[in-house]
């Protein structure tokens, strides 16, 4: 009886929700871009003369990797206790200054079929913070790339990365 009526809940809960089961099931596991979809009316753009691939992998280039994220996550453990660090400690965090911390986020969600990037760990916010990288094709050689988060410092932190870095790379579209 219990298990029929827990049944009868889990699909109620599907069919009231408001959304596709699949949508539900995405929001409640954390890897929907619902948010962040709709944050795309006040996104960051800008377009550039490549090929979605070509930009899709120079936007993958600019996270951080195993080893630099360690390190990103060591300083800010560290950040976190400054006034009560030990000598030995206070020594470390400078020379992890020091190293030159490549990369700008971490990849929490990437689909080249739905052709976005979903990024966390953006220096200067919540590490939790999401920020969508959005690739919509403009033609055959340019990409227009919208940056949207429900935060506006996540949004032109990693949109002032991607462009600069993409800008380096490949000639800006300017419509």
């Known amino acids: 009886m219990k298990k029929y009526f827990l049944h009868g809940i889990i699909i109620g809960c599907f069919c009231l929700g408001g959304c596709s089961p699949l949508e539900m099931v995405k929001t409640i596991w954390g890897s929907s871009t619902r948010a962040l979809e ?30 630099t994220r360690v390190t990103y996550h060591r300083i800010k453990e560290l950040e976190a206790q400054e006034d009560n660090l030990t000598d030995t400690e206070k020594v470390e965090l400078e ?8 990369g ?5 969600l990437q ?15 919540v590490d939790t913070t999401e920020v969508g990288i959005f690739f919509i ?20 932190t990693v949109a002032d990365a991607v462009f600069a870095k993409l800008s380096e790379k490949f000639p ?3 419509f």
């Open 104 to 108: 700008y986020f971490d990849v929490f």
């Open 172 to 174: 800006v579209n300017d």
């Open 111 to 125: 689909n080249r079929v739905k052709s976005h990037i979903v990024v966390m760990g953006v220096d200067g916010n």
């Open 137 to 156: 094709p403009e033609g055959q050689s340019s990409v227009r790339i919208e940056v949207s988060s429900l935060s506006s410092s996540a949004k032109k």
């Open 95 to 102: 020379e992890l200054y020091e190293k030159s911390v490549e």
């Open 38 to 67: 709709n944050a795309r009316v006040d996104a960051i753009t800008q377009s550039f003369e490549c090929g979605i691939d070509e930009c899709f992998d120079a936007v993958l280039a600019l996270k951080r990797d195993d080893k």
